[in-house]
């Protein structure tokens, strides 16, 4: 079992950098696949980026493609976010999770076993 802990969310304005940090707690953190989740108000929950166990892979939807990007830090139990070039529709509250997998990462993680309790970013215009 993990529990998953986000950080480093907060207020930014257009254009700016954030650096998301999810802390992993329990067993067996290099038996999981993470990635990152997002949610905006009203909207459903949909997937940013997903990374696999040993980094050897990644993932990341089309509307982050070149400004996101996904790492892990096995030694840590970490995985982390960092967001440039954010605009106003990057706001969403944004989650970490895990996928008991050791396979490569191909689009989202897909059921995903744990999640986080999400972390507010939120970027002004």
């Known amino acids: 079992q993990l529990q998953l802990e986000e950080a480093g969310g907060g207020l930014v304005q257009d254009g700016g950098s954030l650096r998301l940090s999810c802390t992993a707690s329990?067993?067996?953190?290099?038996?999981?696949?993470m990635g990152w989740f997002r949610q905006s108000q009203g909207k459903e929950r949909e997937f940013v980026a997903s990374i696999s166990w040993y980094s050897g892979s990644t993932s990341y939807a089309d509307s982050v493609k070149g400004r996101y990007t996904i790492s892990r830090d096995n030694g840590a139990n970490a995985v982390y976010l960092q967001m440039n070039d954010l605009t106003p529709e990057d706001t969403a509250v944004y989650y970490c999770?895990?996928?008991?997998?050791?396979?490569?990462?191909?689009?989202?993680?897909?059921?995903?076993?744990?999640w986080g309790q999400g972390t507010q970013v939120t970027v002004s215009s």
């Open positions: 329990g067993r067996d953190f290099l038996s999981y696949a």
């Open positions: 999770a895990a996928k008991k997998s050791q396979l490569p990462v191909r689009g989202e993680l897909s059921p995903v076993d744990y």
